[in-house]
Structures are given as structure tokens and as C-alpha cells.
């Protein structure tokens, strides 16, 4: 498996707070099949955010940890894009906080309703060579209540990405429900794990593996955890 979203740096205010959690982070997900890992520290303009150096030692602290300790998991770097509205002002930095440095952009919606800009924000990324990547949309307020959202970006060439702990039902029955959904409908390109820690907020990559392979399919379930993940790392297309 390959998660394209994990808050597993160290010193962020959603991940763990000593290198020692984030070793336990990178033990656990290399046992449990996890091949490939993408780091994605929380990313919100004017605020503070881990400098490219110090992701890039992090990175390279964590997978000589793995590389001692005879996991196969590996540690690639990236980032969420809070899309509120000051976004725009980022623009000459995205290409620094792509996913394992490739043309898809990881962006995470806040609030209560889709912004004004989200039309806007999308067509101009899009004709800055990258690729959006919606992280987590059925835990949002007004997607929740307006599924047939997803269909609308998804006509626009955004791609979705849902989190494990939807599928499994730990972020509520509204979050499962829409998670579910989209999986019906095939409207989901990615499954993450959105780990941030080894304890309560721990990866559950393989046990979503396993239900979706049970309710949708091998061949569904290795494009969400595999396939398409992959492409990302490659940087290919995915339709």
C-alpha cells in the first residue's frame, strides 16, 4: 500500500511531538504493508510551517531509521494546502509542497460551506501544470449534505482522496455514509491513512484495505491503495 497523506513529521500541531512517536509511526505502517509514506505537515499561509530544510532532514532522519531497522517503508515529501482565502497568495510556493514532488497538489477544504474562490483557486492551479487533490471531502460540513458536489469537481479533473477512518466509520456515521458514497459511484481516486500518531490517531491503512476489498473488490481496492497512489510517486496521469 502507498499513503499519500500522513502527519507523521514531528514538532506540527497535528502530528507527534518527539522524533521517538514518529519512528513508532513508520514501525507500525511498515508492518502493516504500508511501502511508501508521504509526509504531509498541515500547511496554512501566515502561519508557522516546517521550512523545506527541515522537512527534508526529517525525511531523511526517518528513513535511515527504516533503512536500520530493515522496514521497507520509505518517507516522501509533501503537504496539505488549507484553501482558505489567502491561498492565492501562495501561489509561487505550491510547487515546493507537491505530493513526493510530483504535479498533484494536496488541498484540504475548512469551514461550513465550498469558498467563493474554489472555482477560481482550482483553474488557476490547473493552469500552473498541477494537478488538485481534495483531501478528506466527506468529513466536510456542506459536502456531507451536497454529495453531488463531488460529481461537479470531479467533472473538473479534481481528484478525491478519502480518509481510513471514514471508510472504517471513525470519523462519525455522516463522514462513513459519504465515504461510502463515493465509493459507490467511484468518485474516489485515493484511500490515506491521515495517521497523526502511534496511539489514538494511529494508521488504519490495512484494515480499510481489507473492508473495502470486501464490500468493492480486489481490483477496486488496489487502485485506491496501490494503483493510483503510484502514479502520484511517478508522476503520471491518472484518467
Known sequence: MIDISSQILWGTKDGPSKASASGKMLSQMSYSGTTHIIATPRYVYGRDFLSQEEITSQISDLNEYAS???MV?????GAIIVADCFITQAYENLHEMTLASSRYLLLELVGYSIPSFWDELTLELARLGLVTVCKCAETHPYIQQNTDTIQKMTSH???FAISARSILGRNGKIAFQAANYMLEKNL???????ARSPYLHRTQLEKAFYLVTKKMGRETAERLFYTNPSKIIFNESIF
Open 68 to 70: 536500520n531497522n530493515d
Open 73 to 77: 517503508a520509505r518517507v516522501l515529501p
Open 157 to 159: 479533473g479534481i481528484l
Open 188 to 194: 474516489a481516486s485515493f484511500i490515506c491513512s491521515d
